[in-house]
């Protein structure tokens, strides 16, 4: 897919692994808009738009839609990027009231971004929904079963949708990335935080692979 002139809308672009992937499109000539909770977008590379909108809330999500209809007329790839992420513990020791918000952020927000997205994709007759989800949504690990549940929701999530698409005009892909230093550990560091990958080898390659004729519909990326 030629990337030019593709209008593409990013959830969770402020930081990580959204905020190189905005630059990755932007350098293949695409139009960028990409949104977070807290709306600030520190070093915002010019021709990136940055709006606030949070991914739990669908009638921002919403807004966030009709804003970039209303200013480019159309969406050709949106990116359900925003994702949050719990401390590796036991299960007995996970705070299962915060696991909530993991369900919240990591499965609705990729539910509300998918679903409004595809009603503009369905009017238009062309879409991409790209799904980043994890390694952590294909096994399960060790003193992740709350980010393992939530992100395993997700990949049956995008899965079923990609079936319910038509699948030519209109396509869903997911992302399934190994661990990447960024943002997400802010709270607390894996204690293989240094061997993780850099979030734009992981960026590089997730719009390599849209730029081939036939993209793969389940990217895993892992260290090289
Ligand atoms: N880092 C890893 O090891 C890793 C591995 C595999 C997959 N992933 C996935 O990759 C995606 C990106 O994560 P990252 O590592 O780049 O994390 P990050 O550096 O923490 O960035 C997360 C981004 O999402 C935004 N965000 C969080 N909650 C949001 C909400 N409710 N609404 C809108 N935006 C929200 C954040 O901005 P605000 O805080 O301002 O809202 C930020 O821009 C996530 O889905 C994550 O689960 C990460």
């Known amino acids: 897919m030629d990337l030019k002139n593709k209008v593409v809308v990013i959830t969770g672009g402020s930081k990580g692994l959204g905020k190189v992937l905005a630059l990755c499109f932007l350098k293949n000539g695409s139009k960028v808009v990409v949104c977070s909770r807290e709306g600030e977008f520190k070093n915002l590379k010019n021709g990136i738009i940055g709006v606030k909108a949070d991914v739990t809330k669908e009638n921002e999500i919403e807004a966030l839609a009709k804003k970039v209809i209303n200013d480019f007329g159309k969406i050709d790839i949106w990116v359900n990027n925003a994702g949050i992420w719990l401390p590796h513990k036991p299960i007995e020791e996970t705070d299962w009231k915060r696991a909530h918000d993991l369900m919240e952020v990591n499965l609705f927000g990729t539910v509300y971004g998918s679903k409004i997205a595809l009603a503009q994709m369905r009017k238009q007759n062309f879409g991409l929904i790209v799904n980043i989800i994890s390694t952590s949504g294909l096994n399960g690990k ?37 661990g990447m230093q960024t943002n997400l550990f802010d709270e607390s560091k894996p204690k293989n935080y240094i061997e993780l990958m850099d979030p734009n080898f992981v960026a590089e390659k997730i719009v390599n692979n849209l730029l081939e004729k036939k993209p793969v519909e389940e990217l895993i990326i892992k260290r090289r």
């Open 142 to 178: 060790i003193n992740e079963t709350a980010y393992c549940a939530s992100k395993f929701a997700a990949t049956g999530f995008t899965q079923s949708l990609a079936k319910e698409v038509d699948g030519k005009k209109i396509k869903v892909l997911g992302v399934y990335p190994g």
